[in-house]
C-alpha cells in the first residue's frame, strides 16, 4: 500500500481500504491480488487446515457524484461485496 492509502476495520469481518487518485481496475487488481494471496495461504490452528477465502466489492467514487460523499461510495462498496458473496464467494466484484 502507499502512504496516502488507508486500510481500515469497517465492522464485523468487513475492512476497507480507501485508494485515492486510484483507477478502479487498479483497486480491482489489488483485489483480485488480496483474493489470490488468501485462497493461496494454509491457514492452519492446532494442527487443523482451515480454509479460507474472501469475497471483496469494489467502488469507485467518480468526481460527478460529489454530493452524496462517502456515504455513497461506501453503500455502492457494500452493495458489490454482497454481490460477490451471492455469487459464490472468493470472488472480487466491482
Known amino acids: 500500500m502507499r502512504r496516502e492509502e488507508i486500510f481500515a476495520h469497517y465492522g464485523g469481518e468487513e475492512f476497507a481500504i480507501l ?3 486510484t ?3 487498479g483497486a480491482v ?3 483480485e491480488n488480496v ?4 485462497a493461496a495461504h494454509r491457514f492452519e490452528f492446532q494442527g487443523v ?3 479460507v477465502t ?3 466489492g469494489v ?3 467518480s468526481l460527478g457524484a460529489a454530493e452524496g460523499g462517502s456515504n455513497d461510495l461506501v453503500a455502492l462498496a457494500d452493495a458489490k461485496l454482497y454481490e460477490a458473496k451471492r455469487g459464490g464467494r472468493n470472488r472480487v466484484c466491482s
Open 23 to 25: 483507477t478502479l481496475e
Open 49 to 51: 487446515h482451515i480454509p
Open 29 to 31: 487488481s489489488l483485489a
Open 19 to 21: 485508494m485515492p487518485e
Open 59 to 61: 467502488a469507485e467514487l
Open 35 to 38: 483474493r489470490g494471496r488468501v
Open 54 to 56: 474472501v469475497s471483496l
